[in-house]
Nanobody, 118 residues
Framework: QVQYVESGGGLVQAGGSLSLTCVASGSTFRFNAIGWYRQAPGKQRELVAYIGAGGFTNYANSAKGRFTISRDNAKKTVYLQMNDLKPEDTAVYYC????????????WGQGTQVTVSS
């Protein structure tokens, strides 16, 4: 079973930037679409951005123009560069693969906390 370890979160002021890192285990990483998700207190987990096996990217409207997802298959790593952060970006951020039915994998890592102060 593939596992993911997220890091890079922290406390930042509005308008600041953070770069998140997701390191995966397993041998199928290069074939998987990978998504960054986030869950704010009292809210459902939502998909923020994803990157396909071939490098195609897509973003939630809230992330467009501010976030950039990228991947390094040799390192089994996916990154999320977040710029112009807003208080509403405050959440725990997770990564996971996305299956052919657009569902995330069943196993989640511990996530990384992003807190944006106003």
């Amino acid at each position: 079973q593939v596992q993911y370890v997220e890091s890079g979160g922290g406390l930042v002021q509005a308008g600041g930037s953070l770069s998140l890192t997701c390191v995966a285990s397993g041998s199928t990483f290069r074939f998987n679409a990978i998504g960054w998700y986030r869950q704010a207190p009292g809210k459902q987990r939502e998909l923020v951005a994803y990157i396909g096996a071939g490098g195609f990217t897509n973003y939630a409207n809230s992330a467009k123009g501010r976030f950039t997802i990228s991947r390094d298959n040799a390192k089994k790593t996916v990154y999320l560069q977040m710029n112009d952060l807003k208080p509403e970006d405050t959440a725990v951020y997770y990564c996971n693969h996305i299956d052919s039915a657009s569902n995330p994998g069943s196993s989640w890592g511990q996530g990384t906390q992003v807190t944006v102060s106003s």
